[in-house]
Structures are given as structure tokens and as C-alpha cells.
């Protein structure tokens, strides 16, 4: 399996779904035949066993239907293992048991990891990594292990008595596969990716080599047991060999004992032939009879038959077996090789009086004798005395006639007297010589290769199959014996390998592999807290740098030269710097007084709280601000970090307040003093009553300029805290126009300005707006009396009505002196006034405007103006047509 094997986007999950399974049970085999490679011989005991690792892995990863490729590759690798070359229908039966207990172990493991640990998970905890390992490894396997074993014990496969060895193994093998396999799935597909990902490094590469070291030690161990293993075995075989070899010899040694005999005697009766068998020769070395095989000329086979039937009886006569098998007189030949004498007696005699040339197989080796003077075996034979399928061979020993011992072979063959014959039962023979060695060890087999094209079994010990493994320790031995080439081979026999194998190199693959899924479950551990202290990092690092990135108030970090080392935006805003430029400028570029401070080493003023400084800009322009200083120790480094805040905004609201407080108090004690004064002067009683007259008209101006002002003040704490409200109503704008012209035409009266109402077009006169009609007299209220105020005597003021789209545009105009631009941006703002000596001298508190604007938004208008200086101003707002 490889990672990015699908789009999401480009495939459908069915085809994603079975494109893993496939790849699941592909790699469950490859895996498997990797692991079995593992496996201690001659059984398939493995410390490792990934698959199920991997198994366990998918199905946590990509879901139950996993399962599917779990058994498939699982019955596949269970099939390729078999060493039947037929596949039987007990096999495929037997693989899909097992494969059924590794599905329910990785479907189970599975289970219980997502109910009491939860995943997909990053194992950052040391409580869930061990709860991981232990349900996925320990706890699930076990059921593989039982399944499996079960399995190979009702097939007969396994007894009784290994059972529990076996699961123990089974058990540990899928484990340690659990344990080592499964994080490194998890670290190529699991979820988040970006967690698992960053542990490659961390967790995959160290439990890879860790596990690839102890594979090796592993290896070598077993390398070294196996050599071990098979010099013992060696060492056995040579002797089984040897014995072999030397049993076969010593029917030579007889037979020359017994060549001697006829070599010393002119004529050897049966009596003397039978006596030297039972006094000389007593050991017979397994040989299981000894003839005396006569070569007899044609000419002389009557004289012949004639003696033998003095000594044995008239059934005798020279004789052969015919195609039936049976015994009948001889054919007529030149010369016979008759067995002249055998013992024992009487269960050969069957075979007296045969002519053993009259036998292919016997002639071969009788030629073959005479032409070489030595020994001559015969290949593989049945024995003609018994009558089941015992095979056994005849070794001769050509005699010759004492004169011509001196004569070349081929020279003395006409010398030749007969032949010493020992017949030899294979089985008795070796049975004989192999009594000293532990016959279930082994498994002897021997064959004689004398005709490479037609090899002949010369002796198989049992039938029994031979595992691979035990091939391997095959030992092989080619000897010659009476001019045939023998092959010995010498295999092990289960029974040995499985008394002789050593579980030392199993254990240090199950102990080092255990060691490496601790150190895989110690990475995680580490490589988690690493991350979460990683992310922790980042997130509070975040966190900080969105508090310094949003802070309101300046702040700068600067080292301890005073250079600036991190800076946020609010401070490039206030001091006019890009941000990035901040890096490259030193405290007093910002805050001047600092240079001193710095220039003397001195941190003195890291320790003040609260203090006003000046500020300098990047265009020159000084600043009044707050500073706060408090120093930070970083990795043995000092850092000064700097709080600083505009103190212009307030210094100027404070200015402003004090601007207002002085007018204000001036504009309510201005009319308080005159309308004391006139009051006073008419309650004296000193003044008539046309003048009395006059002081109450001054009275009652001051009162109403006095309750103006009051007014303005209640409106302005109404917009400072949201309290002011509008009752809106669908009114015609023209008639309020009208309306405000005339309440405010005795003020224009007093400054002697005139009022003018342009006549709009027909189609404005009767449109409407959703207005409050006594917040829109106060805003014209307000626009007329500024523009009363600042015209010039007899000058005219004039109210125009038009449409502008879907608004009505209201414009008052006057021809006074104008508003100069550099007031433009604050001519809205509370308190604004082009001259504060204008509040008094034009009876005015800068609060009009502001209020204005304030009402025609919250009607859903807009208001600007236009102006020149010494020219006259015009003030429009706009406010939607009602539909």
C-alpha cells in the first residue's frame, strides 16, 4: 500500500473500496512471506508476524469492510504455504479457519480501540498509547491464536500436547506484529495526517531500524543454531553412512574367508562346506547365506547331476526359472554356474541346483567377476528363496584353479573353479549395522546409480514425507561396493528436528522485537508530547501575536540596545512607519528621551509606571503620548517591552472640554447677568415704565438664549449615550420649510438678514419623506441660524428644494464670510468652531452642526456642505422620497 493511491474527488468509494481491499490482501501475503521467513525451522514459529499489524491498522483506518482483504490475504497466504502440490479441499478449509481468526482479531482489536481509546486518535497520551497496544496487540491476537490452533488441532495437524506451545507462539508472533506494524500504518494513513505525518521522522525511521538490527542479530543467531543444528546431524549421518559402508565391506571379508577354503581343498564335500560355515565363519556380518556356485562345462552335467544326487537326493538337477516362475531343467548352454552347496539348510535348498547365469541380472555381475578377478555385486534383486518382495543382493567371488593365481585375469578365466556367493537380505543387513543408532533420527535411503539413466532403489528405510527444511540438511555419500556405485542419503526425521532445534534465536527475535514496540510506544509518547507542546506553542504564540496584532494601544519589543525587535500595527499607525520598516529603527527614533537612557546602559526607566512623553513620527510630527516600560527576561537576554498610547485624542477632548466649560459658563452666566441686571433695575422702582418695558424684552431674549443653550447640552448627552429618539412620521417636507422660515424670521430680523424660500419645481411640493418633524424645524433651526449668524448685515439667506435622484435635497445658502478648508474635517464634531472668541461674539456653542448631523443620518440622509472664503457657504442634506 502506498499513500495518495486514490482521488476522493475522481473515483467513486465503491472503486476506492475495493482498490484497498485488493491492496489489503496483496500486502497481507507479501508481508506474510516475509514474516514466514522469519520463522524458526522446521515448523512456521515466527517472533514477527505483520500482517496482522497491518490488518489491524486498515480496519481502524478505512473501516470493517476491510475485513474482506483481511481474509483474502490471509486464506492466500495460508494456501501458498501448503507443501502439498495438489490443493486439497482440507486445505483451502483449514486456510479459511485461520483466516477467520485473523479477521475476528483485527475486526475485534478494531472494536475495542475505538470504544475505550477513540479513533481516529493522535496518541499523545501515555494511558491511551498503552490501552492502543494493549487491545490491539495482546488482547485481540489472542483470539487469532485460538482460532488458528483449534483449527490445526481438529485437522490433525498438531497433537494435543502442542497446543498450548503452539498458541503461545502463534500469540506472541501476531503481538509483536501488532506492535510494530500498526504505528507505522497509522504514521503513513492516519488521521490528522498532518500529526502522523511529522512522526515519520520520529516514530517510523527508529522502529524500522531498531526492528531491521534485531531482524539481523536474529539472523545471525539463527544462522549460527542452524549450523549447529546441522553439524550434529552431520556428524550422525557420517556414522550412519560408515556404517553403512562397512557393512556392505564385510560380505566381502567374509566371502574371502570363505574363497579360501576351496582355494586350499582339491575337492569340498557338503559336509566340509557346512562345518567351516558354522566353526570359521561365525560372524557373519548380516549376510544371510553363503553358496557355493560351481561352474559346471555341458559335457559334464551328467556326471554332475549324478554326484549331487548321491549327496542330495534324485530330485536333483540342474535347474531355471521359466517365464511362470517356476523351476525347470535347464536349457542347454555351454557351461551352468549352479549353486553347488548353501547354507543354512534346509530353508535354501529351494535354490540348489540353480543355474544363476541362466538370470540376467546374476549373469551381469557373475561376467563382470571373472572378468576382473574381484567382487562383483549384483543390482537389487528378489531372492529366489523367499517368497515375498524382500529385495536382497548376491555378491560373488570368482575361485580359480591354484595353478593359473598368477595368470592375468582375462588369461585365467578358463581357470575359473566357481564362485563364494554371499546372499544378502538389505533390510537384515542394514537393520543389522544401523542397531547402534537411534533409527527415528534418521531416514536412510540408498540407491544404485551404477546406470546414471536407470538408477535402482537399493533400500528405503520408511516412507515418509521430507520437509523442506530437513532437505536442507541432507547428507549424501557415494560408495562402491563389488563394482556398483551406491548413493547413500541420510535425512533428519521431524522427531530430530524437533528434539535438536534451539528456540534461543526465537527468543531474540520476540525479545528484541518487544523491545523495539516499547521503544515504537516510548516514540509516540514522546513524539505526541512533542507535538502538543508544539502545538501548544503555536497556538499561545498565535494567541499573542492576534492580542498584539488586534491590541488598540502601540506596543513594541526592543532588545536591550534599544533596537526594535517586534512591533504590532496599531504602533506602524500611529507613528507612520510600515510595519516591516520597525526592525530597522532604534527606540529613539520613536520616543527620543529613550536615547539617553540607552546610551547610558541604564534601565532605570524600565521600572517607572505610567509616565507622558513626546512621540515623533516618520513626517516629523511629535505626538503626546503614555508610555509604559516593563522589562522581560528571554533566554538569559533582556527585552524592554514598550505600551504606548495616544494621549493626542484626549489631550484634545480635554482641551475641547475646557473650551466648553469656559463657553459655557460664559454663555449661562452672560444671560443670568443680564436678566439679573434687568430684573434688578425694574424691581428699584427708579426706571419708567417704557424703559421697564425694554428690560423685560431683554430678560425675556436672555431667558430664551439661556434655554437654547440648556437644550443643545440635553441633546448632546442624548447622542453621547444613545438616548435620543426620533418619532418619525410621513410628512411633506415644503410645508416644514415654510415653517422654519418663519420661526426663525425675528432672528434674521435681529441681524438684520432676509429670508428667502425658492418656489420648487410642481413635483417637489407635494413629495414626503419619513422624517420627525420637530427634529427636522431643529436641524433647520440649527442651519439657518449659523447661516444668519455668519452673513453680513442686509445679507440674504436663502432655503432651495430639489430632487436628486430618489432624495430630496434640502439647501440653505448664505452669503456670509465662508469657512476656510483646514476646519473642514472637524466642522462636524462636537465643539467645533473656527474661533473660539465665535461663540460669543456670533452667540454660539459648536454644538449645532454636530447635532445636526447626527439627526439627518439617523433619518437616513446625508449632509455636507459647500464653501469659499469671504464668499458664503451652502449646507444640503438629502433624505429619501417615500414610496
Not at 502506498?2 to 507479501?30: C, E, Q, W
Not at 547331476?305 to 521359466?322: D, L, M, T, Y
Not at 534418521?442 to 515418509?464: C, G, K, M, W
Not at 533582556?638 to 460664559?666: M, N, P, Y
Request: aromatic share 10%; net charge negative.
Amino acid at each position: 500500500m502506498v499513500t495518495g493511491f486514490y482521488n476522493k474527488d475522481s473515483h467513486s468509494p465503491i472503486a476506492v473500496m475495493v482498490l484497498r481491499i485488493f491492496l489489503l490482501a496483496l500486502a497481507y501475503v507479501i508481508a506474510g512471506r516475509l514474516s514466514l521467513l522469519l520463522a524458526i525451522p522446521p515448523g512456521f514459529v515466527s517472533g514477527l508476524f505483520l500482517p496482522m499489524g497491518i490488518a489491524l491498522g486498515a480496519v481502524l483506518i478505512w473501516g470493517y469492510s476491510m475485513a474482506i482483504g483481511v481474509f483474502i490475504g490471509s486464506l492466500l497466504l495460508n494456501i501458498s504455504v501448503s507443501s502439498s502440490p495438489i490443493l486439497s479441499w482440507s486445505e483451502v478449509s483449514l486456510a479459511a479457519e485461520i483466516a477467520s481468526g485473523s479477521v475476528l482479531a483485527s475486526c475485534t482489536g478494531a472494536l475495542l480501540i475505538r470504544r475505550f481509546v477513540g479513533f481516529p486518535n493522535s496518541l499523545t497520551d501515555e494511558r491511551k498509547i498503552f490501552a492502543f497496544f494493549a487491545l490491539g496487540g495482546p488482547i485481540a491476537t489472542s483470539l487469532s491464536a485460538t482460532v488458528g490452533v483449534l483449527a490445526l488441532f481438529f485437522n490433525g495437524l498438531i497433537p494435543a500436547k502442542q497446543m498450548l506451545f503452539s498458541w503461545w507462539t502463534w500469540w506472541i508472533g501476531d503481538a509483536i506484529g501488532v506492535l510494530i506494524a500498526t504505528p507505522l500504518v497509522c504514521v503513513l494513513f492516519a488521521e490528522p495526517r498532518h500529526f502522523w505525518r511529522g512522526r515519520r521522522f520520529t516514530v517510523g525511521v527508529p522502529l524500522v531500524v531498531s526492528s531491521l538490527i534485531v531482524v539481523a542479530v536474529f539472523v545471525m543467531s539463527s544462522n549460527n543454531e542452524q549450523k549447529k543444528l546441522n553439524d550434529q546431524f552431520q556428524q550422525q549421518a557420517v556414522l550412519v553412512a560408515g556404517a553403512v559402508d562397512n557393512g556392505l565391506s564385510s560380505v566381502v571379508y567374509t566371502l574371502a574367508i570363505l574363497r579360501a577354503l576351496f582355494v586350499a581343498s582339491d575337492q569340498v564335500t557338503r559336509e566340509e562346506f557346512s562345518t567351516y560355515i558354522d566353526h570359521v565363519m561365525v560372524e557373519r556380518h548380516g549376510v544371510s547365506g553363503f553358496s557355493w556356485n560351481q561352474r559346471v562345462a555341458h559335457d559334464d552335467r551328467v556326471q554332475f547331476e549324478a554326484q549331487k544326487r548321491g549327496e542330495f537326493g534324485e530330485s536333483f538337477f540342474i535347474k531355471e526359472k521359466n517365464a511362470a516362475g517356476l523351476f525347470v531343467p535347464v536349457l542347454h548352454r555351454a557351461e551352468y554356474i549352479v549353486i553347488a552347496y548353501v547354507d543354512p539348510w534346509p530353508e535354501n535348498a529351494v535354490i540348489l541346483g540353480f543355474d544363476v547365469a541362466s538370470d540376467p541380472v546374476r549373469r551381469e555381475a557373475l561376467d563382470r567377476a571373472r572378468a576382473t578377478g574381484a567382487f562383483a555385486m549384483t543390482q537389487p534383486v528378489q531372492l529366489l528363496q523367499d517368497d515375498n518382495t524382500a529385495t536382497g543382493v548376491i555378491v560373488f567371488y570368482p575361485v580359480y584353479d591354484p595353478a593359473a593365481v598368477a595368470l592375468a585375469p582375462a588369461a585365467r578365466e578358463q581357470w575359473l573353479l566357481g564362485y563364494a556367493t554371499a546372499i544378502v537380505r538389505i533390510n537384515d543387513l542394514l537393520g543389522s549395522v544401523l542397531k547402534p543408532f537411534s533409527s527415528p533420527d534418521f531416514q536412510l535411503h540408498i540407491v544404485d546409480i551404477s546406470q546414471p539413466t536407470n538408477p535402482q532403489v537399493f533400500y528405503r528405510e520408511r516412507e515418509a514425507d521430507i520437509s523442506v527444511y530437513a532437505r536442507s540438511l541432507t547428507f549424501y555419500r557415494e560408495i562402491t561396493v563389488g563394482g556398483r556405485q551406491l548413493l547413500i542419503t541420510v535425512n533428519p526425521t521431524e522427531k530430530f528436528l524437533a528434539e535438536h532445534v534451539s528456540l534461543q534465536s526465537w527468543f531474540v527475535l520476540a525479545g528484541g522485537l518487544l523491545f523495539c514496540s516499547l521503544l515504537g510506544g516510548f516514540l509516540l509518547l514522546i513524539s505526541g508530547r512533542t507535538q502538543h507542546i508544539s502545538n501548544l506553542v503555536e497556538q499561545r504564540t498565535k494567541e499573542l501575536a492576534a492580542i498584539l496584532e488586534n491590541a488598540v494601544e502601540s506596543i513594541l519589543v526592543v532588545d536591550e540596545q534599544g533596537v526594535i525587535q517586534k512591533s504590532n500595527p496599531a504602533a506602524a499607525q500611529l507613528f507612520k512607519y510600515p510595519l516591516t520598516q520597525f526592525s530597522q529603527l532604534h527606540i529613539s527614533d520613536l520616543v527620543p528621551s529613550m536615547r539617553r537612557c540607552f546610551d547610558l546602559q541604564s534601565d532605570d526607566f524600565a521600572t517607572m509606571g505610567l509616565s507622558e512623553n513626546i512621540g515623533r513620527r516618520s513626517d516629523g510630527m511629535d505626538l503626546e503620548i503614555e508610555l509604559s516600560v516593563s522589562p522581560v527576561a528571554i533566554h538569559e537576554r533582556k527585552f524592554f517591552t514598550f505600551i504606548i498610547h495616544d494621549a493626542s485624542a484626549r489631550r484634545k477632548v480635554e482641551r475641547l472640554k475646557s473650551e466648553f466649560i469656559a463657553t459655557v459658563s460664559h454663555e449661562l452666566r452672560t444671560p443670568l447677568t443680564s436678566i439679573k441686571g434687568a430684573l434688578g433695575l425694574a424691581l428699584s422702582g427708579q426706571v419708567g415704565e417704557p424703559k421697564l418695558n425694554e428690560l423685560l424684552v431683554i430678560a425675556n431674549n436672555n431667558a430664551d438664549r439661556l434655554a437654547r443653550l440648556v437644550n443643545d447640552i440635553l441633546d448632546i448627552e442624548k447622542l453621547e449615550f444613545g438616548n435620543l429618539t426620533l418619532e418619525i412620521e410621513r410628512c411633506e417636507v415644503y410645508p416644514l420649510l415654510q415653517q422654519a422660515l418663519s420661526q426663525n424670521q425675528g432672528y434674521a430680523s435681529r441681524y438684520g438678514v432676509h429670508l428667502q424660500l425658492n418656489t420648487p419645481a410642481d413635483q417637489c411640493l407635494n413629495y414626503r419623506a419619513d422624517i420627525d418633524p420637530h427634529r427636522f424645524l431643529q436641524v433647520m433651526a440649527n442651519l439657518l441660524s449659523n447661516a444668519i449668524k455668519f452673513s453680513y448685515l442686509d445679507g440674504l439667506v436663502r432655503v432651495d428644494l430639489s430632487v436628486e435622484g430618489a432624495n430630496l435635497k434640502v439647501s440653505v445658502i448664505d452669503q456670509g464670510q465662508g469657512i476656510a478648508d483646514d476646519f473642514r474635517p472637524r466642522i462636524f464634531q462636537k465643539f467645533a468652531q473656527m474661533d473660539s472668541s465665535d461663540s460669543r461674539r456670533r452667540d454660539g456653542t459648536g454644538l449645532g452642526l454636530s447635532i445636526t448631523k447626527v439627526i439627518i443620518e439617523r433619518m437616513g440622509g446625508k449632509i455636507d456642505y459647500h464653501s469659499s472664503l469671504g464668499k458664503g457657504s451652502n449646507f444640503y442634506f438629502t433624505l429619501p422620497i417615500a414610496q
